[in-house]
C-alpha cells in the first residue's frame, strides 16, 4: 500500500549538479512546449545532435513541462532518464529531481554518488567540477517511508515505491536523507514540481583521493574542507 500524499512546498531547496551540460535553447526560449516535437523533428533535419542534447521529450506530458529561462536545468533532468542511472525511487526508466532542504544534504548526497561513480570505474586521484541550484519545489507528495525503503545501499523497494507512486497521481516523495540523517531530502517526478527560475548558486570542486572523495572547495576561496569520511 502506497503511503499517504501530503502537501509540501520549500521556499528554497539545495540541488547539486555536474558542471558540464550546457542549457538547451528548445527549453528556454518562449516556444510553445506542445510544440516542441515538431521543433525539435525539424531541427534534427540539420542537426542530428539536438535529439542528443534534448533528450526523450515523451518522457514528460506537455501539461507538466516547462520552459522559460533557467528551464534546461530542470527538464535534463526527466527528458535524459536512463536505465544505466538508477536512482533510490527510480529504476532509470523515468526521471528524478533529487534536491535537499539544506546544502549539506545536497552535498552528502552527491559526495556518495560521485565516491561510487569514481570507485566503479577505478578512477586515479583527481577532481570534478560541481554547481549548486536553489529553487522553490512544491507537491503532493509520499510521506512515512518503512525503514527498507532507506536502505543505504538497496534501492529495490524504493524504486517500487517510487514506480506506485508516480503512477498514482503523486508528484514525488519526502523522506529522510540517507547520507544525511538530520536533513530532509524530496525526490519529484515532474518538472512543473520546480519553480522557476533556478538561481544557480556557488561552484564546488570535489576531491578524489583514489578511494574516497576526501575535501571539496568553493571556488572563489582558497581554502579546502575536508569531508567527513
Partial sequence: MSPPLRSVRWPNSHRIIRTIYPPVDLFEDIADPADWELLVAAEAKTNPRVLDAVGNL??????RRVSGPTASLVMGAFTHASTDRPGRFSDGSYGVWYCGERFEVALAETAYHFERFMGATAEPPGEADFRELVCAVHGE?????GPEVLAPDDWSAGQAMGREVRRG?????????VRFPAGMAL????????????VQARQFRYGWDGHRMHRYLVHGSRAWTPFPG
Fill in 141 to 145: 507528495v509520499a510521506d512515512g517511508l
Fill in 58 to 63: 515523451g518522457l514528460v506530458p506537455v501539461a
Fill in 169 to 177: 497521481g503523486g508528484d514525488g516523495v519526502i523522506y529522510p536523507s
Fill in 187 to 198: 525526490a519529484l517526478f515532474w518538472p512543473d514540481c520546480i519553480e522557476l527560475p533556478i
